[in-house]
């Protein structure tokens, strides 16, 4: 069993989770596991435990929690969020700890690919004269590329 240093414990951890958007409602958890219970990622990525996550949670483990690589391992399929007696809206908060984790310039490595693809191509993947000569046989539109607004909008910082 691993021990915990008292002093890398954060108080104020789950107040800083519960002003973020989709983390408000994580003070009403008592993690009672019925979210860990029907996980699906849980059940095939044992290190993926949502009850760990709100323990770390609410013990303050911020610095250990957002460099977690099973962060990132939520499928968002909405099921701990539908079983929760507390309406604690679970995949949100996961979706608020990756903001706070890429805030501290923490992310996975497909993260980055992402982001170089969207700036270089304005899409996640290129369309080329073959999909688009597909797209009007089949009576759509071309898709234009246009990186420049995408590269506008990952430029911009808060």
């Given at each position: 069993m691993e021990t915990i240093d008292l002093k890398k414990l954060d108080p104020d951890f789950k107040h800083r989770v519960?002003?973020?958007?989709?983390g408000e409602h994580i003070r009403k958890c008592y993690a009672c596991g019925v979210c860990s219970a029907r996980c699906p990622i849980e059940k095939i990525e044992p290190e993926y435990n949502p009850r760990r996550i709100i323990?770390?949670?609410?013990?303050?483990?911020?610095?250990?929690?957002?460099?977690?690589e099973f962060l990132w391992h939520?499928?968002?399929c909405y099921t701990c969020q539908e079983s929760c007696p507390q309406q604690v809206n679970f995949t949100e908060v996961i979706f608020?700890?990756?903001n706070m984790a890429i805030r501290k310039g923490?992310?996975?490595?497909?993260?980055a690919a992402a982001q170089n693809l969207l700036s270089?191509?304005?899409r996640m993947y290129e369309v080329g004269e073959f999909?688009?000569?597909k797209r009007v046989e089949l009576?759509?539109?071309k898709i234009q590329v246009d990186a420049e607004s995408i590269r506008k909008i990952l430029e911009t910082k808060e």
């Open positions: 519960a002003g973020e958007l989709g323990r770390m949670i609410l013990l303050g483990l911020e610095e250990e929690l957002l460099r977690e939520c499928s968002n608020a700890l990756r923490v992310a996975p490595p497909g993260m270089q191509q304005g999909e688009n000569e009576g759509l539109p």
